[in-house]
């Protein structure tokens, strides 16, 4: 844990995959447990002073949860882990999205024809 309780930190990356994982899932994968992380909306602490694109100089890597609080065992029943289903889309949203798409492909051909006319045209100047 962080100190303020907050956030959890993986200080070694292949000794937690190494002795930790084995314990608790059936791999050893620290990327499958990442992932894991992500779909219980686990987040990935970045610090600004890294920017996001500098690597940390230690294998420290931190992750949080609004609901993962020392002391408050109580929340964690709030960690649930994503559901996405295709039944959960609205035939509506996927009409509107293939209109968008139909859309875009017809503005594509539009231009398409009119970079064809000023192509032939620039060739007659020339």
Same mark, same amino acid.
């Given at each position: 844990?962080? %100190?303020?309780?907050?956030?959890?930190? &993986?200080?070694?990356?292949?000794?937690?995959? $190494?002795?930790?994982?084995?314990?608790?899932?059936?791999?050893?994968?620290?990327?499958?447990? &990442?992932?894991?992380?992500?779909?219980?909306?686990?987040?990935?602490? &970045?610090?600004?002073?890294?920017?996001?694109?500098?690597?940390?100089?230690? *294998? *420290? =890597?931190?992750?949080?949860?609004?609901?993962?609080?020392?002391?408050? +065992?109580?929340? @964690?029943?709030?960690?649930?882990?994503?559901? =996405?289903?295709?039944?959960?889309? $609205?035939?509506?949203?996927?009409?509107?999205?293939? *209109?968008?798409? =139909?859309?875009?492909? =017809?503005?594509? %051909? &539009?231009? $398409?024809?009119?970079? +064809?006319?000023? *192509?032939?045209? @620039?060739?007659?100047?020339?």
């Amino acid at each position: 844990f962080r %100190q303020s309780g907050s956030s959890f930190h &993986v200080f070694d990356q292949g000794q937690f995959a $190494k002795e930790v994982l084995p314990k608790y899932f059936k791999h050893n994968n620290m990327a499958s447990f &990442v992932r894991q992380l992500n779909m219980y909306g686990f987040r990935k602490v &970045v610090h600004i002073e890294q920017g996001g694109l500098v690597k940390p100089e230690k *294998d *420290d =890597t931190e992750f949080q949860h609004p609901y993962f609080i020392r002391g408050q +065992e109580h929340l @964690l029943e709030n960690i649930k882990r994503k559901v =996405t289903s295709v039944s959960g889309i $609205k035939h509506e949203d996927v009409k509107v999205r293939q *209109d968008n798409v =139909t859309k875009l492909l =017809t503005d594509i %051909q &539009v231009m $398409k024809g009119k970079q +064809e006319s000023m *192509d032939s045209k @620039l060739v007659a100047m020339k």
